[in-house]
């Protein structure tokens, strides 16, 4: 099945780091990750978030981690897979 | 392509339209069903396999003609596949998929989408479609409900063009009387918002909640319409389809360009003599698709893709082979086939900012950079087009433009965010004036695009 294969194909490949993603839906600009997180997040001029581009790297992920927790409104995510 | 339809043979046996010739509108009147079978003959969808099916399309390399132009056939495989791991996930007779992690566990078979909502206000290319050839839009429907086991599908008409339900609705009746169809097609009325026929807010109002775009993942093809996976097509694709199953990817190939394929509608508006859609080969120039329509005025620009698309500058850009690949080449994109013509007595800058506010309002507020950034971009522009704009504006349109791009659930934010810089590009000359002199005389002329009064959709 397509869906094997594709499985093979990514253990294949180097796994890119996990990101951080924003729900902007969900997303109320209470800026607890922009103060947990500043290395990879800043405000915009309405106090919402703009994440770096990019994985986040090893050393900053215990604090992405954290950054996600403290979310109140459960908009950042760590997501593993480009779209997931 | 001739505007000429093509002949039936006296025997009434149908034959593929010729290379050049019309494939979706052939005659200027609705197709009753008997007319839509001497026409093209008729389909099979039962006796095709899906892998057959599936298959073809993607041979065929059709692309989506709602505007994003992602490969049909893959949108429709993964639907027909993930359709297939809901099944196979579920065990026969048990309740053992309680605490899997299958993300199908509870999805039974798939939903299909037709998305003729048109929401874009210059475009009337799915209107038009549906009005002439509803059969060949329920053909392709029909086939692909069967390549991806669908169990319910939708036809989602537009509030501007509400009023064609009712004929659609007898077209359906039409097809359950000769039994052709295993999956009745319900049809439906979309909300009146430019929002509203976007791909996730219908899925949003299929579900009871507000028909305003959701944040994707899911994706509509694992967890869409009633949980289930979901193919969303436009109509136009659809109709598509239901060719390509008659007469094959070879067939479809004949139209169009090895990185385009087939024919598209696209709709012409603006500065023509003869406003209207048109069926092209994928590929055509734009001088060319531009002179069919009559191009006796003097034009400056055209705006391809509609309000969320680009500028291009006349008659540098006639040359672009109006294709989804030959627009990008040039900067812009095809989308749902917009192509309107702006005249040299309009102001590019005028027109621009007025599309700018439209779709400020038409922000759905959902999303924090959207709601704060759309409406200060849509003011700078204003002012730029009919204030007396500083030196600084227009670093701030662009920064504004920056800041709200990549940053909705949606593309609203994005498209406004290109249409304004292409603006500021394609009409730099203007805005030089502008800046010195205070608005032109151009810009207090009647509007060139349409754009819709709040409400009044």
New interface residues.
Partial sequence: ???DRDAEARHQRPLPGPRLQV???????RGLCIELLPELISA?????P?IAAGPVPLRLQPLARRAVAACPTLALKLVSRI?? | MTTRGYAVPSAGRPVAPAPGELRLIVRDKPLSLAEHVDQYGQMQAGQLEPETLIAEVERSGLTGRGGGAFPAGRKI?AVA?AST?ARSSRPAGSSAAKGSTAKGSTAKSSVIIANGSESEPASSKDGVLLRHAPHLVLDGIAACASAVGATRAYLCVGHGTAAIAPFLTTAVAERDRAGLDKVRVEVITTAGRYLSGQESALISALNGHAPLP??V?P?PAERGAHRRPTLVLNVETFAHIALIARFGSHWFRAAGTPGASGSALVTVTGAVDRPGVREIALGTALGEVLQRSGLSRPAQAVLTGGYFGTWLPLPAALAVPVSDDGMRAAGAALGPGVLAVLPESACGLAETARIASFLATESAG?????R??LPPLADALNWIAFGRPGPDIVGWVHQLAD?VTG???CHLPDGTAGLVRSALTVFAADLRSHAADGPCERSSGPPILPVPVRGSR
């Fill in positions: 099945m397509t869906n729900n902007p839906i969900a997303c109320d600009a915009d001029p309405w106090g919402y703009i779209g997931q | 495989r596949e791991r959701t944040f993942p994706r959902q999303c924090g950079p959207c704060n950034g800041l940053r909705g659930a």
